[in-house]
T-cell receptor, first 115, second 113 residues
Framework: DGGITQSPKYLFRKEGQNVTLSCEQN?????MYWYRQDPGQGLRLIYY???????QKGDIAEGYSVSREKKESFPLTVTSAQKNPTAFYLC??????????????FGQGTRLTVV | QKEVEQNSGPLSVPEGAIASLNCTYS??????FFWYRQYSGKSPELIMF????GDKEDGRFTAQLNKASQYVSLLIRDSQPSDSATYLC?????????????FGSGTRLLVRP
């Protein structure tokens, strides 16, 4: 079955530690996105990538980094520079962002907690 | 000004009523508009998408788009308690030389039995 897989589902981070959230899709989608969601809030864009080896900062990129070495994979690293990382992280993909078929498909999310 | 704005709610309607959810957006060049439903602790799921002015119906759901007023809405007929969730409006816009999918903050809908 095609879809987007995020792992882990739950992640605990110690102060000052870098952690990496995985996002893999087998939908052959071109574009991939990372969003952060805080309790009772909407989705805020962290980073996005429309082709391999290229990505752009979203609205809240500080303290995060990404890579897009393969079309299927778009991992997100939460660095120690991100002072308040506790949140629900969502990965999404879109087939072709410049067309009309631009509906996003989401993974199941990773809930990150600082301990 | 936020790029996509929604009333946070909660919007409370009785079972069987019509729920009306609204969204405005700032980028006139936006081409694609989406409504997602999100249950607490879960990822968003696509309910409707609309690209052209007017109405689009799918079962109990109707999306309405008015590009001149930069306004998109979602009507839910015969609301059920299972419709209680947060509804997110999303807009695909050409910004900073690339397409970005921007979400509103969501409207929480509560359907009372």
């Amino acid at each position: 079955d095609g879809g987007i897989t995020q792992s882990p589902k739950y992640l605990f981070r110690k102060e000052g530690q870098n952690v990496t959230l995985s996002c893999e899709q087998n939908l052959n989608h071109d574009a991939m996105y990372w969003y952060r969601q805080d309790p009772g809030q909407g989705l805020r864009l962290i980073y996005y990538s429309q082709i391999v080896n290229d990505f752009q900062k979203g609205d809240i990129a500080e303290g995060y980094s990404v890579s897009r070495e393969k079309k299927e994979s778009f991992p997100l690293t939460v660095t120690s520079a991100q002072k308040n990382p506790t949140a629900f992280y969502l990965c999404a993909s879109i087939k072709t962002p410049d067309g009309l078929n631009t509906e996003a498909f989401f993974g199941q999310g990773t809930r990150l907690t600082v301990v | 000004q936020k790029e996509v704005e929604q009333n946070s709610g909660p919007l409370s309607v009785p079972e069987g009523a019509i729920a009306s959810l609204n969204c405005t957006y700032s980028d006139r060049g936006s081409q694609s508009f989406f409504w997602y439903r999100q249950y607490s602790g879960k990822s968003p799921e696509l309910i409707m998408f609309i690209y052209s002015n007017g109405d689009k119906e799918d079962g109990r759901f109707t999306a309405q788009l008015n590009k001149a007023s930069q306004y998109v809405s979602l009507l839910i007929r015969d609301s059920q308690p299972s419709d209680s969730a947060t509804y997110l409006c999303a807009v695909n816009s050409w910004l900073d030389s690339s397409y970005k999918l921007i979400f509103g903050s969501g409207t929480r809908l509560l359907v009372r039995p």
